[in-house]
């Protein structure tokens, strides 16, 4: 799994590209975060995966 660091870099973004009033509706892919934290999609994907669980 990703440090906390990476977590918190990607979270940042998917923040970064939700609803400001509402907090949802997060429009981002996992390619565009991965390329603006500077790692791997699948990374990110596990990211995802793990905030989900």
Known sequence: MAGAPTVLKASREWASAADRRTGRDVA??????????????????????????
Not at 29 to 53: D, N
């Open 28 to 53: 981002i892919s996992h390619k565009t975060v991965a390329q603006r934290i500077g790692y791997a999609e699948s990374t990110v994907k596990r990211v995802m995966r793990f905030l989900t669980a």
